[in-house]
């Protein structure tokens, strides 16, 4: 089975101590995650061996960063590099969230560049895509995330490709409350296997985790999950809360 995986993603939140205690108090709930179940915590680079340590040792669990730098290494202050989350052994990146692409100018070419560093790093990257709410008005989302697609991530080979996981993430769903509802989700996951499938063929695709971002919880993570495009979620607001967060692990499939 095709990898089910809940992502948390803590953005800018949580001193280093609410940090540990959030994974303190989720860890006590020993969910067993089966083989093919992740989840996975995009934390603050601060953060990242705190959480590596914390999670070592337990199956399916493991740790991500939030961005890497476009650059390989040298004089770019403030920047991390992905060899670096690789020596540190991170195993996962998110990349090109709307958030870095709103306020951090990040466009799909730099994004390409991204994606490139963290496989060359052995980092698995999250590669965050979705479109504004002007776009989806106008009826024009599927074009607009394969324009994502297709300038970050149609360069790579197929063995490359495979290794990537997809997050869907409608920009009007994320921090509003408003959740895409499951057939929406479900509809442009279809449309995003579709377009991988029509590029690397329908093993590759079928292969590619796709996972809905936008205002998922505890209480919407079972139906959304339920659809047979969608491989999970990437979780911000929800994922600062430990039972919350456990109730959408809970809910993979
Ligand atoms: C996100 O940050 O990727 C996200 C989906 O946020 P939220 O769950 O708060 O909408």
């Known amino acids: ?17 609410q940090g540990e205690q959030l994974l303190d108090v989720l860890l006590k709930e020993a969910i067993a995650l089966k083989d093919h179940q992740r989840a996975v915590f995009a934390v603050p680079f601060p953060y990242l061996i705190m959480a590596t340590q914390k999670l070592d040792g337990k199956k399916g669990y493991a740790v991500s960063a939030q961005n890497c730098s476009d650059k390989k290494s040298g004089a ?7 060899e ?23 466009d799909n070419l730099t994004l390409a560049q991204k994606v490139l560093l963290c496989l060359e790093n052995n980092i698995t990257p999250i590669f965050c895509c979705g479109e504004p709410l002007h776009i989806r008005e106008a009826n024009a989302q599927q074009e607009f ?7 970050s991530l149609f360069g790579l080979a197929d063995d490359a490709i495979r290794k990537i996981v997809i997050a869907y993430e409608p920009i009007w769903a994320i921090g509003t409350g408003r959740t895409a509802s499951a057939a929406q989700a479900q509809e442009m996951h279809k449309h ?4 991988l ?25 079972s ?12 979780v911000g607001g929800a994922s600062l809360n430990a039972s919350e967060f456990a109730s959408i692990i809970r809910a993979l499939k």
Not at 1 to 17: G, S
Request: charge should be negative; aromatic fraction near 10%; charged fraction near 20%.
């Open 76 to 82: 770019y202050t403030g920047e991390v590099a992905a």
């Open 1 to 17: 089975m095709r990898q089910q995986i809940a992502a948390a993603n803590w953005k800018m939140n949580l001193t280093y101590q």
């Open 197 to 221: 499938t029509a590029k690397y063929g329908a093993s590759t695709a079928n292969e590619i985790p796709i996972l809905y971002g936008g205002s998922v919880k505890g209480a919407n993570a």
């Open 223 to 234: 139906e959304l999950f339920g659809c047979s495009d969608v491989d999970g979620g990437l």
């Open 145 to 151: 995330v394969a324009t994502q697609l297709k300038e």
């Open 192 to 195: 995003i296997r579709e377009f």
């Open 84 to 106: 670096m989350l690789k020596s540190i052994n991170i195993p996962y990146c998110v990349l090109g969230h709307s958030e870095r692409r709103e306020y951090f100018g990040e």
